[in-house]
C-alpha cells in the first residue's frame, strides 16, 4: 500500500528571544510521518524535539514567514481559532508527568476530554468505559489518580488523549519517569493501538531503546535540526551521524565492548594476517554459516571477541567484534568475500607482529 503522509512539516523555525540572543530551538526542519508510522524523534536533552513536536498542532507557532505545517492534508497555518480546535483534537497528546487532575476519578478524568463531543450523556459513560478498557483499567474507573502506580497514570493520560478519537497521538517523554518494566508496558500499549486502531504515533525520546522496540521510522534531533532521518533498520545497520552512532550504541553497546576488547593482550599484539573486524548484518546472514565459510573457502578463523543480535521489526540486525586469522593475503579474500554477501565490514585493527615460530 502506497504510503499516506499524514504530517508534513515544512521549513520549521522556531526561535525564542532571550535576553541578548536568540535561541534557535528549531532550525529549518521539514518532517514527514505517514499515516500509521510509528515515529521516533530522538535527542538529548535540549534538542529541540518538544518544541518541534509542539508545531504539529500548532501549540507552538513557526517564527518564520515561510514554514509549512499540513496535517491529514488540511493547512493548520491557514486556520482560524475555532476551526484549529477541531483540527487539534484530532492529535492526541500524552506528557511525561501524566497531567491528571488530582480531584477527579480516574473515569471523570477521561470524561473531561469529552465536554466539547456533543454527546449524551449516556453516550460520555460508555465511552469512557470503551477507553478504560482499552488501556486495561476497567476496574480503576471510580478510583484517584494518587491511588494509582505511574504506568497506570500513564494508561489515564493515554485513554484521555484518545477519547475524541485522533488520528496522530505524540508521546512527549511518556515514558520517562516509568521504570523499565513499566515502560516497555506502556510502549507495547502504544504498539498495540497503533495496530488496532490504525493510529499514527510520533514519539519523542531520549532512549533508542524505546525506539527500537516500536517505531519504525527515526530521526535523530541536534541543536535543533534533524541530523539524520530514515526507517528503523537502515539507521540501525548504516548509521551516519555521529550522533546518530552514539544513541545506537546506547543500545547495541558496541562501543564499551570494543574499549574491552581493545585492552586484551591478543589485540595489542595482532599478528600480521590478523585483522580485528567489526561485521555488521541484517536478515538471512547470520553469523555461524558465514564463519564456517570463511573457514572453508580461505582457512581464515574467526574468533567472535563479541556479539549483539537484535530482531527489528522482525528482522535479526547483528553486530559482532571478530578477529580475522591466516595469511595476508587469504584475510583480504576473505574480507571481500563478506562484503559479498552484504555484511557491512569494518576494519579496526590489522596486524603488523610477524607470527612468531614459537607461538
Ligand atoms: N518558551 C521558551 N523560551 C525560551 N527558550 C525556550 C523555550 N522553550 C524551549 N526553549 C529552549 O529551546 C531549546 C529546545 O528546547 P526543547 O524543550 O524543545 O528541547 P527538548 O529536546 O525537548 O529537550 P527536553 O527533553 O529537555 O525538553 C532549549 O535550548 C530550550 O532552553
Known amino acids: 500500500m502506497a504510503a499516506e503522509p499524514i504530517i508534513e512539516l515544512k521549513n520549521i523555525c522556531v526561535t525564542f528571544k532571550e535576553d541578548k540572543r536568540d535561541v534557535h530551538a528549531v532550525d529549518h526542519v521539514d518532517l514527514n510521518v505517514d499515516r500509521g508510522d510509528i515515529y521516533g524523534v530522538v535527542g538529548y536533552s535540549g534538542a529541540g524535539k518538544s518544541t518541534l513536536i509542539r508545531v504539529i498542532n500548532l501549540l507552538q507557532r513557526p517564527t518564520n514567514a515561510d514554514a509549512s505545517v499540513k496535517v491529514n492534508g488540511t493547512d493548520l497555518l491557514g486556520l482560524d481559532a475555532s476551526k484549529l480546535r477541531g483540527e487539534r483534537r484530532k492529535i492526541g497528546m500524552i506528557f511525561q508527568h501524566f497531567n491528571l487532575m488530582q480531584s477527579l476519578s480516574i473515569a471523570d478524568n477521561v470524561d473531561f476530554a469529552l465536554k466539547k463531543a456533543h454527546l449524551s450523556k449516556a453516550d460520555r459513560k460508555k465511552r469512557v468505559a470503551e477507553l478504560l478498557e482499552l488501556v486495561g483499567l476497567t476496574d480503576k474507573a471510580d478510583d484517584y489518580p494518587a491511588q494509582l502506580s505511574g504506568g497506570q497514570k ?178 583480504e579474500q576473505a574480507l571481500v568475500f563478506m562484503k559479498e554477501q552484504r555484511v557491512s565490514v569494518k576494519v579496526l585493527k590489522s596486524g603488523t607482529e610477524e607470527v612468531s615460530v614459537h607461538d
Open 154 to 331: 500513564q494508561r489515564v493520560g493515554i485513554a484521555r488523549a484518545l477519547a475524541n478519537r485522533p488520528d496522530i497521538l505524540i508521546s512527549d517523554e511518556a515514558t520517562s519517569a516509568l521504570d523499565p518494566k513499566t515502560t516497555v508496558a506502556i510502549l507495547d500499549l502504544l504498539a498495540d493501538l497503533n495496530r488496532k486502531l490504525g493510529l499514527t504515533v510520533v514519539l519523542i525520546t531520549h532512549e533508542m531503546d524505546a525506539v527500537k522496540r516500536i517505531c519504525n521510522r527515526v530521526a535523530v534531533m541536534e541543536a535543533g535540526r534533524l541530523v539524520e532521518t530514515g526507517d528503523l533498520l537502515q539507521i540501525f545497520s548504516q548509521p551516519e551521524a555521529p550522533l546518530t552512532k552514539d544513541f545506537i550504541d546506547t543500545t547495541t553497546h558496541l562501543e564499551s565492548a570494543l574499549a574491552a576488547v581493545n585492552q586484551q593482550a591478543a589485540i595489542k599484539h595482532l599478528q600480521v594476517g590478523s585483522v580485528l573486524v567489526q561485521l555488521g548484518y541484517q536478515g538471512e546472514s547470520t553469523d555461524q554459516p558465514l564463519i564456517t565459510e570463511l573457514y572453508r573457502r580461505f582457512e581464515v578463523s574467526a574468533n567472535i571477541l563479541y556479539g549483539n543480535l537484535e530482531i527489528l521489526q522482525g528482522t535479526p540486525v547483528g553486530n559482532l567484534l571478530v578477529i580475522l586469522s591466516g595469511t595476508p593475503k587469504h584475510t
